[in-house]
């Protein structure tokens, strides 16, 4: 069994367990097994065998391909432990009875058997690493497929450092672990298993005294094994807080530098790895701990059989070829043991990941009815009847909306802060659902209707422009993500932000840095309608698309706005009453309720609510 030189145990990860959320839901295209279905019992929770488990229904996808691997796995095994009894032959017959055909024979059988085993010793590890690549590949796949159909509370409610170390740290600890099973895990054992067969082909009574001794030397493994998966999970908690506490230092550079802030924040951050480094060491002095033990009671195991076996050989009731023929695979079943007893140690962690992971893997998804009717376009109107909503543990946010937006009209929705025209833009969008009540497009209930078909409809401008870390051209791209050039392009035109494009030195192929960072406000927002235009919708939702802007930005901004709602049903939430004057209907957010607003004499429109 070919091992790597070197192997630690160590793996890279560790946080707090996720809230199950309630949302009920399926996922929308992600075929994967269901891993909701099987929960682990308290009692194994956390355990290896939930990380055995928890990977089986991603392994028996390729269960042909592991059923060949294991095949050769115990070819080579069988090979190496048949070394042993030609070494017996070897010496017995044709060194001590002089038997030449017998030297030819083995000669012959142990050439044939090296290239043989090499061969396939070579294909094994190839497939090996393909399969446990590939499982870890539909891993990843899954999780982030899963994650972005979660609901907005979800993200609300997890730290995005927490989150990430799921993707990252958790899985590569998962990795390592798979990847280190069959020479580490699954190789060491089988070699266990055929070796204790050998040793009582070869002497049942030396083999019967290592039978009764064996068990003591995972005494100590076995005591050790659980409290290093405590002991992980804990530290995956401290590493996650280390991460977060990074990532929000990152994004708030611009407050902790205005206020001052360095000294504190590196204090509490000195605190959060002061926690990390004790968790770290017990971990490490457990792992200790229990490859000593396992090493220790391997040791007392070879001590106890050589003597045994010397005093069988000077006895004579113990061949000379025979104890030649039982002390390689003695040692070899001696150091399959150290080899599991190193590998516990990643399991334990892997454990850990995998509890995590599977934390994440059985969040419910928000999305409903994947599989429902089409609206392949708005022919009448979007009504909502009696609808209620309010976000977990806090009071009713909104109370009894109805309201009917036909086809091609312009309705606005303005109110203060907080009184809830963003959550009615979400519940448009589907991305949170109605308590009570319903919303109906074309008198199709929303709930009925596959989410992808409704989103198909509508373009967005947002109050908070996101724009990734990529060009300018894929970020227009984004609202069409099929668009050609000349596409791009024609909807820059429309959004008057072509010409300051193309005074950039990169023109379209510039960067627009994290967020959005090296482009103003202005300019980030022409970028999200550009990208309205582009993916010419047939509703467009405004949620305070201008709220952020000067006066002098917003009045250019809102006059690209009156082009892009051209032959559109416009739906625009806003708390400016100066962006509202050519609405058809107005409606106001008062403490929850909805209800019709007088738009007011031009002279007051400037007012803000």
């Known amino acids: 069994m070919k091992r790597p030189l070197e192997y630690n ?3 890279i990860q560790k946080s707090e367990p996720l809230p199950l959320e309630k949302e009920k839901g399926t996922s929308k295209k992600w075929k994967a097994p269901n891993l909701k279905k099987e929960k682990p019992s308290s009692e194994n929770e956390g355990a290896p065998g939930l990380l055995i488990f928890g990977l089986f229904r991603f392994v028996k996808k390729y269960k042909g391909r592991i059923f060949l691997i294991i095949g050769l796995l115990c070819f080579e095994i ?15 017959e044709a060194l001590i009875n002089r038997n030449q055909n017998a030297l030819y024979w083995i000669g012959a059988y142990l050439a044939v058997g090296t290239v043989t085993f090499a061969i396939l010793g070579t ?3 190839y497939l090996y690493n393909w399969a446990s690549s590939r499982i870890i590949q539909d891993l990843r796949l899954q999780m982030y497929e899963h994650l972005d159909q979660l609901s907005l509370d979800f993200f609300s409610n997890n730290k995005l450092g927490d989150i990430l170390s799921r993707f990252f740290n958790d899985l590569a600890s998962l990795e390592h672990a798979l990847l280190a099973f069959i020479p580490w895990g699954l190789g060491p054992l089988l070699e266990a298993l055929f070796g204790t067969i050998l040793l009582f082909l ?6 019967l005294i290592a039978l009764l001794i064996w068990p003591i030397s995972f005494l100590g493994p076995g ?22 506490m990074v990532e929000e230092s990152i994004s708030a550079q611009n407050l902790i530098r205005a206020y001052d802030l360095s000294d504190y924040f590196f204090s509490r951050f000195k605190n959060n790895c002061e926690k990390l480094f004790q968790v770290s060491l017990r971990l490490g002095l457990t792992n200790s701990y229990l490859e000593r033990s396992a090493g220790s009671g391997i040791l007392l195991l070879q001590g106890i059989l050589l003597l045994a076996g010397t005093a069988f050989a000077y006895n004579n009731t113990l061949s000379i070829g025979t104890l030649a023929a039982f002390l390689p695979p003695f040692l070899n079943l001696s150091y399959s043991l150290l080899y599991l007893s190193q590998y516990l140690p990643a399991l334990n962690h892997a454990s850990g990941s995998a509890k995590r992971i599977l934390e994440l893997l059985r969040a419910p998804v928000f999305e409903s009815n994947p599989e429902g009717s089409s609206i392949p376009e708005l022919k009448e109107e979007i009504r909502f009847d009696n609808v209620h909503f309010r976000y977990k543990g806090r009071s009713k946010n909104l109370s009894d909306i109805s309201l009917t937006i036909p086809k091609g009209s312009y309705t606005a929705i303005v109110g203060g802060s907080g009184v809830g025209k963003s959550t009615f833009i979400k519940l448009l969008l589907g991305m949170v659902q109605p308590n009570e009540g319903r919303i109906f497009f074309d008198g199709i209930d929303l709930n009925s209707v596959s989410r992808s078909s409704v989103r198909s409809l509508v373009g967005v401008v947002f109050q908070e422009t996101f724009l990734f870390n990529t060009t300018i051209f894929e970020n227009i791209r984004i609202g069409k993500p099929s668009a050609s050039l000349e596409e791009v392009i ?6 008057e932000i072509h010409e300051l494009i193309l005074s950039l030195p990169m023109g379209y192929e510039t960067n627009t840095g994290d967020r959005g ?7 980030r927002q022409r970028i999200a309608i550009a990208r309205a235009f582009l993916r010419n919708p047939q509703i467009l939702l405004l949620d305070e698309a201008t709220s952020s802007l000067d006066p002098v930005t917003e009045a250019r901004i809102m006059k690209t706005l009156s082009l892009l709602r051209e032959g559109r049903t416009v739906i625009s939430v806003t708390h400016r009453l100066s962006t509202i004057r050519e609405a058809d209907q107005v409606f106001q957010i008062r403490n929850g309720k909805l209800e019709r607003f007088a738009v007011p004499e031009p002279e007051q429109q400037a007012m803000v609510l």
Request: no cysteine.
């Open 9 to 11: 145990p160590e793996l």
């Open 490 to 495: 024609e909807a820059a035109k429309r959004a």
């Open 223 to 244: 005591f050790l094994s659980r409290k290093s998966t405590e002991i992980s999970y804990s530290r995956k908690l401290e590493e996650a807080q280390v991460l977060s």
């Open 517 to 523: 960072t090296k482009l103003s406000g202005g300019e």
């Open 123 to 125: 294909l094994r590890d």
């Open 78 to 92: 069988g090979f190496y432990a048949s070394i042993p009894f030609s070494f017996k032959y070897l010496i017995d």
């Open 202 to 207: 070869l002497d049942w009574k030396l083999a």
